[in-house]
């Protein structure tokens, strides 16, 4: 496949550093969710003989939440500007029910990112800071007071919960949810139609500003 | 020989085989008012246990380290305070308090690293334990203490090596003056209760046991000349396990767990159901 010259079926979707930042976020986050899961219940513990045992799991959980924050913090500086809410976006997640049965005369048209993906990208970000946060707490319980571990042995499974549930729904949208999707942050590109019926106003914006079908990503 | 079972262990659910079984407890007693503060039991702990401790400067206490250590598990607190007017200068041996309710193997999530067996003994597992230090935040007397070389928390196992073949502990072998005592529990109990009769009698109106109920009672026990203010030797008012660890190993637990079955069962259900958005 040649990325390089894509034909005029092709669409760029997501450049190749936004995809490299992406999958960093990615691998990162699924190993810090799944060592953290390791510690979470005596049920999942199993999770520990697969990550090293149990004082490995310890030892590289903090490493892991550590990569994820720094490489989040690249994805947050490169995306931000792009995940402001409008307020068809507002409209959009008042409608979002309607979106989960593939009812979509009712919603309004989505740009780059839709308001899902907008507000996806916001609850990893106060998440992850409260992840990082409650984390670092517990990194070094012998040097930490007692009111900040108190609070953190609680804040941490609580961001860990939302920021999982979130990924769940995440990774399910990315791939069998929306075919195609997929496709588009491996290989980068998308067709002109789905980017029409998934990002329409997207694809408009980038069919007017180049007259042409070839889509670049910012 | 003292017949024990392993009650309960740590991050593993349901009871143990045998632990329904009744035994005899094991405890501790620890009477302030004839304290001399001489340490002997602190060195009898270091020596039984092998342990040796790096000491720090001169902080113009009689006290040999600020707090326990990973590597110290029996700790004389000296405490000057003032009553009615008068300088007061108090004693409390300091230990793990070998809790009916342990915080810190509620917040183990290591199978095994933390047992609790039918004689009331709290005992860590060095080779289950991964060194993550949520005992430490369970713990409301702020015993375990990690080592930083081995990775490993460490705290006073009152004995249990000692205990299991029929010996009194260390620290208690060692005492010259009879203000620790060892024995089963409910016959500690009593024998405070009559020594605080006897220190009420004498005048000490604010004498008493100290058997914290937060924690669901102690398998160490005090006898406190002040007993309306345990701060004063250093010991917490009224310890319970943090809220905080009772929620997180309680009803956050079934919430998180349905969270994670639900969002997967769910996104498959969701499939089945509507299938993908329209196909390429």
């Not at chain 1, 005029?8 to 550093?17: G, I, K, Q």
């Not at chain 1, 490995?56 to 994820?68: A, I, Q, S």
């Not at chain 1, 989040?72 to 500007?81: D, E, G, H, P, T």
Request: aromatic share 10%.
């Amino acid at each position: 496949m040649d990325l390089k010259t894509p034909n005029e079926s092709r669409l760029t979707r997501f450049s190749v550093s936004e995809r490299v930042v992406h999958w960093l976020v990615a691998l990162s986050f699924l190993y810090t969710a799944l060592t953290g899961l390791a510690l979470w219940s005596p049920r999942l513990y199993w999770l520990a003989s697969v990550f090293g045992g149990g004082t490995t799991v310890r030892g590289w959980h903090p490493w892991g939440g550590l990569l994820f924050v720094l490489v989040f913090a690249s994805m947050f500086r490169n995306w931000r500007s792009q995940m402001s809410l409008d307020r068809d976006d507002r409209h959009w997640l008042r409608k979002a029910h309607h979106y989960a049965v593939h009812d979509y005369a009712a919603l309004p048209e989505a740009g780059r990112f839709n308001a899902g993906q907008k507000s996806l990208f916001w609850m990893q970000s106060i998440f992850g800071i409260l992840l990082v946060a409650s984390g670092v707490v517990l990194w070094w319980p012998e040097i930490m007071p007692r009111l900040l571990r108190e609070l953190a042995v609680l804040a941490h499974p609580v961001a860990a919960m939302i920021s999982i549930g979130g990924i769940i729904l995440h990774i399910y949208m990315g791939t069998a949810a929306v075919p195609g999707s997929f496709r588009g942050m491996i290989q980068g590109w998308v067709t002109p139609g789905w980017a029409a019926s998934h990002h329409p106003k997207w694809y408009r914006e980038h069919v007017e500003s180049t007259g042409t079908t070839r889509a670049h990503s910012r | 020989m003292m017949t024990t079972f392993i009650k309960a262990i740590s991050a593993t659910p349901g009871k143990p085989a045998g632990s329904s079984r009744a035994t005899e407890t094991a405890a501790k007693l620890i009477d302030t008012t004839t304290c001399i503060g001489c340490k002997a039991c602190e060195v009898a702990c270091q020596e039984w246990n092998n342990q040796q401790v790096t000491f720090g400067n001169f902080e113009g206490t009689y006290q040999t380290l600020p707090d326990l250590a990973h590597n110290f598990w029996n700790l004389i607190k000296f405490h000057e305070t003032e009553l009615d007017g008068q300088p007061l200068w108090l004693m409390s041996k300091y230990q793990c308090m070998h809790c009916v309710d342990p915080g810190c193997l509620k917040a183990c999530p290591a199978p095994g690293a933390i047992v609790q067996y039918s004689n009331g003994i709290v005992d860590f597992n060095s080779d289950a334990c991964i060194g993550c230090g949520y005992c430490m935040t369970g713990c409301p007397f702020d015993v375990p203490k990690l080592n930083p070389e081995t990775k490993k928390v460490q705290k006073c196992t009152l004995c249990t090596d000692r205990v299991s073949v029929g010996l009194e502990p260390a620290c208690i072998k060692a005492c010259p003056t009879n203000c620790l005592s060892f024995g089963t529990r409910e016959d500690l109990l009593r024998k405070a209760e009559d020594r605080v009769a006897v220190l009420k009698s004498d005048g000490f109106g604010t004498a008493g046991v100290y058997n914290p109920t937060g924690v669901g009672g102690t398998h160490v026990v005090y006898v406190l000349a002040r007993a309306d203010q345990p701060e004063s030797y250093g010991l917490p008012k009224n310890p319970q396990i943090p809220w905080t660890v009772s929620i997180w190993k309680g009803p956050l637990k079934w919430l998180g767990n349905a969270l994670l079955i639900g969002g997967i069962l769910g996104t498959f259900l969701h499939y089945l159901r509507y299938g993908p958005q329209d196909p390429e």
